[in-house]
């Protein structure tokens, strides 16, 4: 069986309309293309994906692509069963709605090759946006429409922040030894719980394991009109507490000091957007006060944010 140095991941749900555009700008790096191979793991699309796909697979006989259908419905299980899958030494994740940019794949290979202490590394996601920008829209939402940007400078992650999963890689014994991302946890079909990076990345650090930022292994990330919508907003906040409260079940101290940390940081954001308000952008006070209670009421009540 061919080994490769490196498998280029992509966890796809309906998203044809920019399957094709990810691949190309994998397929146009400058990279060795025997050294790398390319896994599609679709999650019971119900578009037309699959069709792509398989006419893509047709259309290029010698590249070392292909693609499998996951049918446990969400992100964990897709992205577990990339790690499964995968032939190359080192996994890199992209999504499916992303935009390689030059040098993608030799920023991450040349990386893990002259660090061999690091573990695994995050690059940065910076968003397109497909329409309109909302008048309430502030850096408070960056994490909604996916932007992941700690400076130009190479550097060390130690929990405050970790790498986002449009652009992570990791070393596949990562898997073997760590074990694989938390299947209670992530979205699964329109249900948008969060946390299954969070909770992988905090078992890295705990291990003593290092990541690293990439400024250099950048990503371009879609963001269409849906991710405006206010319903949206609500199920991708409730998510964030809902995942946070799953992946703190059975620990009663750090799920305590969680709820005090969210109704803190709600206080902060009720002072913190007094700011908009003095500048009469009320829109944006609003939405990111009600950002903040809806991430409480997630914690409150897991079950709603599935």
């Known amino acids: 069986m061919k080994s490769f140095q490196l498998t280029v991941a992509i966890c796809s749900y309906n998203r044809a309309r920019f399957i ?71 996994i890199a994740y992209m999504d499916d709605d992303c935009i390689a940019q030059p040098g993608w794949l030799k920023g991450i290979a040349e990386f893990f090759a002259t660090h061999l202490d690091v573990y695994s590394v995050g690059g940065k996601i910076e968003p397109y946006f ?43 014994e990562v898997f073997t030894e760590l074990g694989y991302f938390n299947e209670a946890l992530g979205r699964s079909g329109k249900g948008l719980l969060a946390n299954e990076e969070k909770d992988i990345y905090l078992r890295l650090l705990a291990a003593g394991k290092k990541v690293y930022y990439l400024p250099h292994v950048a990503v371009l990330h879609a963001v269409e009109s849906n991710k405006f919508d206010k319903n949206y907003v609500y199920r991708h906040s409730m998510g964030i507490g809902g995942g946070e409260r799953l992946r703190l079940k059975n620990q009663p101290v750090a799920l305590l000091k969680k709820f005090v940390e969210y109704f803190l940081k709600w206080g902060y954001a009720i002072v913190y957007g007094i700011g908009f308000l003095l500048k009469g952008q009320w829109s944006k006070f609003y939405m990111l006060e009600r950002f903040r209670w809806w991430v409480i009421e997630g914690f409150l009540y897991p079950n709603r944010a599935r």
């Not at 119900?46 to 992100?75: I, M």
């Not at 939402?141 to 970790?162: A, H, M, S």
């Open 130 to 172: 497909l329409t309109g920008i909302p008048d309430w829209y502030s850096k408070y939402f960056f994490g909604l429409v996916g932007r992941f940007d700690q400076g130009e400078n190479i550097k060390p992650l130690t929990g405050q922040r970790y790498p986002c999963g449009a652009n992570m890689a990791f070393r596949k």
């Open 20 to 90: 094709l555009q990810a691949l190309d700008s994998l397929y146009a790096q400058d990279f060795d293309q025997e050294a790398f191979e390319v896994v599609v793991v679709d999650n019971n699309s119900t578009d037309n994906t699959l069709e792509l796909l398989a006419t893509y697979k047709t259309q290029h006989p010698a590249r070392h692509f292909r693609y499998v259908t996951e049918p446990s419905q969400g992100v964990a299980y897709t992205r577990n069963r990339c790690a499964r899958e995968a032939k190359g030494a080192i």
